[in-house]
């Protein structure tokens, strides 16, 4: 099957979206079909930005998988993201050319701006089938990003950009069952498939010798956090993430058990702020931040660490949980929109209620109980297993059949 996959969030923008169109492309290759991912260009040199190009972009240098093609489009800085791109709307005739050379049986849309734009505008010009992850909630994300819009408006404005799509798929996923629920919210009578997005083995593997110089190499660069109880968050630093939450948290913990830090591993527009409020807190030398790091890291990070520790009120999916667990790490994190979806309760963790001294309590049970810390760590281990790409791929290509026949009667 060729698959093309429009999105306006990818490498080297990281976000869910874009974690979760690599993974699906890169296993869909695996199984030989062919994908094509069209996103926007994020290079600063302004020669190539005035054209089309074609480029690869994979995290792992040494991998080959020639079925994956990465068209990246000419695009602009917006104003109110640093990290995002528009793409240029004039490059429409552009990508249905290049498009067409690839001769996709299916669109799948993965973002609800102007590259999910193109997506549904090709789909429709080419009578194929299209296929809408609705990956993100905007009426809750777009007053973080559009200050000037009262709350009321950029609410109404994310629901209408999400109906435009829903409104036009053939088959329309969603990652969660709560984000399902959602669409019959906004008034469209359409059923959804539940697919969340996989995590592919090589995230959570590690090697042991490697994994020996990444400890003593972290441990260099903060030797605070050398024989410490690790707690700790990965991902981007945004205010939608609710992480000052986790600073009364650990002052918190560190008045039961001291020989604890806090680690965040994760770049975004709100680092410097975050770092800029923990040096004013009475245990700021014991809270990290190491910025970005290469998602082929992350394992390492987990194996290091103690407990993760996810505050965020507004996921979707919240992918870097189910990692944890899959590397044996237990989890406490509040129990909003996608970690509801994902932990169903105290599977592999505790999920709480967003308040202060309980996620504290249950860190502390978690530090202080070896027992409890052992029970919990296999358990994250197994539950994390249902999310694996093995099981979750062959289910994407059967949905994007179903799109293609559900098309096919819609003609007759």
């Not at 793409?87 to 849309?109: M, N, S, Y």
């Not at 604890?260 to 975004?268: P, S």
């Not at 944890?324 to 999920?351: H, K, R, W």
């Amino acid at each position: 099957m060729n698959i093309a996959m429009f999105t306006d969030a990818y490498y080297p923008r990281v976000n869910g979206v874009a974690v979760s169109v690599k993974s699906y492309a890169d296993e869909l290759a695996k199984r030989n079909h062919k994908v094509i991912i069209v996103c926007c260009d994020y290079t600063k040199r302004k020669g190539l930005r005035k054209r089309i190009f074609k480029s690869y972009f994979y995290d792992n240098k040494s991998k080959n998988l020639p079925n994956v093609q990465v068209l990246r489009i000419p695009a602009d800085h917006i104003l109110f993201s640093k990290e995002d791109r528009a793409a240029r709307i004039t490059q429409w005739h552009t990508i249905k050319k290049e498009v067409d050379h690839f001769e996709p049986d299916v669109v799948h849309i993965n973002s609800e701006f102007l590259m999910g734009w193109f997506g549904v505008t090709y789909a429709r010009h080419r009578h194929i089938a299209m296929v809408f992850t609705f990956h993100t909630l905007w009426e809750d994300y777009l007053y973080n990003y559009i200050h000037m819009l009262p709350a009321f408006t950029s609410k109404a404005v994310g629901r209408e950009l999400v109906k435009f799509y829903l409104k036009r798929a053939n088959e329309i996923i969603c990652p969660t069952e709560r984000i399902a629920g959602v669409i019959k919210e906004y008034g469209i009578d359409r059923d959804a498939d539940i697919l969340p997005t996989g995590i592919p083995d090589e995230i959570v593997t590690i090697d042991k010798s490697k994994n020996v110089s990444f400890t003593k190499q972290i441990f260099k660069i903060f030797p605070v956090l050398r024989n410490k109880k690790i707690l700790l968050y990965v991902g981007r630093i945004v205010k939608e993430k609710n992480l000052d939450f986790l600073f009364d948290v650990f002052s918190c913990v560190r008045s039961k058990v001291e020989d604890t830090a806090l680690l965040f591993v994760g770049g975004g527009p709100e680092l410097e702020p975050l770092k800029e409020k923990a040096k004013k807190l009475p245990q700021s030398w014991n809270i990290c931040f190491t910025g970005y790091r290469s998602r082929t890291e992350l394992a390492y990070f987990y194996h290091l660490s103690k407990v993760f520790v996810f505050p965020s009120v507004t996921e979707t999916q919240g992918l870097v949980t189910i990692e944890a667990m899959l590397s044996g790490l237990p989890v406490v994190a509040i129990g909003e929109m996608g970690t509801l979806d994902v932990m169903q309760g105290d599977n592999g963790g505790f999920m709480v209620k967003n308040d202060v001294t309980e996620f504290s309590d249950r860190v502390i049970d978690l530090l202080s109980d070896s027992k409890l810390y052992k029970t919990k760590s296999a358990e994250a281990l197994e539950w994390g297993k249902q999310w694996s790409m093995n099981t979750l791929t062959p289910k994407l290509v059967e949905l994007y059949q179903k799109g293609i026949d559900s098309r096919k009667l819609k003609r007759k």
